[in-house]
């Protein structure tokens, strides 16, 4: 069977979909600011191994490479950071596109704790799957890049990535890690992850061709 070239991807909700509920009592919003929003019901499964289904009391997020000091967080110390929420449309390369409310912290955040060195330019996302992908560091810093632990005000379930997700905006979704465990800063802008190796393009922009070659 032929695995889908993407990490990530949604299709349109339907209007009369429930809520959705976690055993907390987390309701999920489907409305933003007078925008429509997708649904965690939307997701489709085509991970490169499934569903992970990370145990968070022995969770880290490792943060190395090209930086000063070396870090690993478990869930909790990444969730006690500033977090912000934006709307980020996600675009599939099999043709689904949606809106969804994400909320997670920045990655510049992150990178300022551990002290990036001056010559790293690249960020590689590792998953607990095998799944890596990378972005360039400048992308992540203009664009204000967060890795998301709620989506629609709900806890990110394990098959939307739980723990954490890369909220590439503008990127197409292989460029979207789940189930993210380490980050590391390198100076080599022609690193590529796994699709990437696959023949996707090395930048992923939405804008771009979806193949490399």
Do not use: H
């Amino acid at each position: 069977m032929r695995y889908s070239a993407l990490v990530i991807c949604l299709l349109l909700a339907a209007c009369v979909s429930p809520p959705v509920t976690t055993n907390l009592g987390e309701v999920e919003v489907r409305e933003y600011q007078g925008e429509r929003l997708g649904s965690v019901r939307d997701f489709r499964e085509n991970s490169i191994k499934g569903v992970q289904y990370v145990n968070i009391s022995t969770y880290n997020l490792k943060i190395d490479g090209l930086v000063n000091s070396p870090k690993s967080y478990s869930y909790e110390e990444v969730l006690s950071k500033p977090a912000y929420s934006k709307v980020v449309l996600i675009d599939c390369v099999e043709g689904w596109r949606v809106n969804a409310l994400w909320k997670g912290v920045l990655l510049s955040d992150l990178f300022k704790d551990a002290g990036v060195n001056e010559t790293a330019n690249t960020v590689k996302f590792y998953s607990v799957d095998g799944y890596t992908t990378t972005l360039p560091l400048s992308y992540i810093r203009d664009k204000n890049i967060i890795l998301a632990y709620q989506i629609n005000n709900i806890t990110l379930p394990p098959q939307q990535g739980f723990p954490f997700i890369v909220v590439a905006e503008s990127k197409w979704g292989y460029k979207w890690a789940r189930w993210v465990n380490r980050i590391e800063l390198t100076d080599n802008p022609d690193e590529e992850g796994f699709w990437e190796q696959r023949g996707y393009n090395q930048q992923g922009d939405v804008s771009g061709p979806i193949l490399e070659r």
